[in-house]
Nanobody, 115 residues
Framework: QVQLVESGGGLVQAGGSLRLSCAASRSIVSLSVISWYRQAPGKQRELVARITSSGATNYTDSVKGRFTISRDNAKNTVYLQMNSLKPEDTAVYYC?????????WGQGTQVTVSS
């Protein structure tokens, strides 16, 4: 099972940018889908963005045009570039890797956007 480690979170002012990284313990080439989720206090975990092994991407409506997910297979890393951040983006961001039948989660990284 692949191990995932997120990094890059922090405190940023509204309108600022952060880039999150999700480093995998082994090659990500064979992983079907790698996703970023987030969970704000008192709310359910929600899908933010995902990227398939072929490079296809999907985003939740609230981040379209502001966030970009990408993958670097050579570095076994998936990134989430977050621009024009808003206070409502504040959450713990988690990386998930899915390759049937296994799903792996990272420990999460906190993103806090101040107004």
């Amino acid at each position: 099972q692949v191990q995932l480690v997120e990094s890059g979170g922090g405190l940023v002012q509204a309108g600022g940018s952060l880039r999150l990284s999700c480093a995998a313990s082994r090659s990500i080439v064979s992983l079907s889908v790698i996703s970023w989720y987030r969970q704000a206090p008192g709310k359910q975990r929600e899908l933010v963005a995902r990227i398939t092994s072929s490079g296809a991407t999907n985003y939740t409506d609230s981040v379209k045009g502001r966030f970009t997910i990408s993958r670097d297979n050579a570095k076994n890393t998936v990134y989430l570039q977050m621009n024009s951040l808003k206070p409502e983006d504040t959450a713990v961001y988690y990386c998930n890797a899915f390759s049937y039948p296994r799903s792996s989660w990272g420990q999460g990284t906190q993103v806090t956007v101040s107004s």
